[in-house]
């Protein structure tokens, strides 16, 4: 039997995961109380139960008594039921902005309550069951396609599991520094492309902009440096058990150097034996016109 508990903050893609866990051949039960959780299991891992891969999404909206999650998790363990904790979670600044969206009350708030002082709450009555999870997947910087391709890896191709995501970003300085970087490159020393007539219109995605770019002997020295300093880190990284690494480069506007460098990049980390996940974004690159 897979047995997975799903859990993590409010507004980080539990409900999400759960639907695709399902539509990926999982019975799922959503929002059990604790105090039904023994219960629940006892009665799912009876051999004729005829179910061998469950969901079961639990989350705080069980109050105080989610507290005890942590010991009836170390239970079933000892019970030798093998249970596995997927944690779901996002940065701050991301929950702040889909709870605004989506206009809803945090559950860990009363009627006129900061937002921000509910997540604060909710992280801390988590910190205890995060600390235990198997998996950690942090959903800031994730579109739909891409969490469901790393849920698919972990529980339908039984994959291993990468604790640190890396994503890989371009973007421009004249539309500010990205919130979320962890670490900001500033590319603005090689020869901008934008001042030459035929290429001022491509971008970094181009071969002729990649080509023009890449024939100065500072880029290929930049980009050798820039992959043995991001090798050296990343290990560093996860064993201090980060989730997500962002890697900022910039230029000017976002649309030529940067989108060049963070390419060669990315092509540089992708054979890195699975040891993490990777991702590449051009945050201001612009079409062609």
Do not use: W
């Not at 396609?145 to 604790?163: A, C, P, Q, T």
């Not at 007539?197 to 491509?202: M, T, V």
């Amino acid at each position: 039997m897979r047995f997975v508990i799903v859990t993590g903050m409010s507004g980080g893609g539990k409900a999400t995961a759960i639907h695709m866990l399902e539509d990926a051949g999982f019975y799922c039960v959503d929002n059990l109380p604790v105090s039904l959780i023994e219960k629940f299991t006892e009665l799912i891992t009876m051999p004729d139960s005829g179910i061998t891969k469950v969901v079961l999404g639990i989350d705080a909206r069980a109050g105080q008594s989610f507290e005890g999650v942590a010991g009836i998790i170390d239970s079933m363990k000892e019970r030798g039921i093998p249970v596995e904790i997927l944690f779901m979670d996002a940065s701050d600044a991301v929950l702040i902005k889909r709870y605004k969206e989506t206009r809803r009350i945090h559950p860990m708030n009363a009627a006129g309550d900061r937002l921000e002082d509910g997540i604060a709450k909710e992280r801390e009555v988590l910190a205890e069951v995060k600390k235990k999870a198997d998996y950690v997947i942090d959903s800031s910087n994730l579109l739909t396609r891409e969490l469901k391709g790393e849920l698919d890896r972990i529980f339908v191709h039984n994959e291993e599991y990468n604790s640190l995501m890396v994503n890989i970003l371009s973007f421009g300085f004249k539309y500010g520094i990205p919130s979320d970087a962890d670490l900001v490159f500033d590319v603005r020393f090689l020869p901008n492309p934008y001042y030459i007539e035929d290429l001022k219109h491509q971008t970094g995605n181009d071969k002729p902009v990649q080509d023009y770019v890449k024939s100065f002997p500072e880029c290929g020295e930049f980009v050798d440096k820039l992959e043995d300093l991001l090798k050296f880190l990343i290990p560093g990284y996860i064993k201090e058990g980060k989730y997500q690494l962002v890697v900022a480069i910039g230029c000017t506007g976002g649309q030529h150097r940067s989108v060049t460098i963070a390419n060669e990049i990315y092509e540089k980390l992708k054979g890195s034996d699975g040891k993490f996940g990777l991702k590449l974004s051009h945050r201001d690159v612009k079409e062609a016109r």
